[in-house]
């Protein structure tokens, strides 16, 4: 029923940018939070940013300062620009929706798409 569709990763030098797009369709409540996350080779998946409907945000630690989230509800899209890559920014990034509830919550993933920063 919903679906989540990444865009916007590739190949970039150190310090250059990215930005990343999510579009989502389906039947989505206006009561979510959409976010990034991403997964490196050997490492645990790890929230990189998220957004809720309200506007409050969170940032890993890691990128506080370089990326910056936004969303566009008129779109059922979120956003990553991402400033000042890292090699260490290597890694899948995922979109992700969750959806609250009364009593549950649910979430939904996008396909993933390869973020790769090397000189």
């Known amino acids: 029923q919903v679906q989540l569709v990444e865009s916007g990763g590739g190949l970039v030098q150190p310090g250059e940018s990215l930005r990343l797009s999510c579009a989502a369709s389906g039947s989505i409540s206006k009561f979510n939070t959409m976010g990034w996350y991403r997964q490196a080779p050997g490492k645990e998946r790890e929230l990189v940013s998220d957004?809720?409907?309200?506007?409050?945000?969170t940032y890993a630690e890691s990128v506080k300062g370089r990326f910056i989230i936004s969303r566009d509800d008129a779109k059922n899209a979120v956003y990553l620009q991402m400033n000042s890559l890292k090699p260490e920014d290597t890694a899948v990034y995922y979109c992700?929706?969750?959806?609250?509830?009364?009593?549950?919550?649910?979430?939904?993933w996008g396909q993933g798409t390869q973020v790769t920063v090397s000189s």
């Open positions: 992700w929706l969750r959806l609250a509830f009364a009593s549950y919550t649910k979430e939904f």
């Open positions: 957004k809720t409907y309200s506007g409050s945000t």
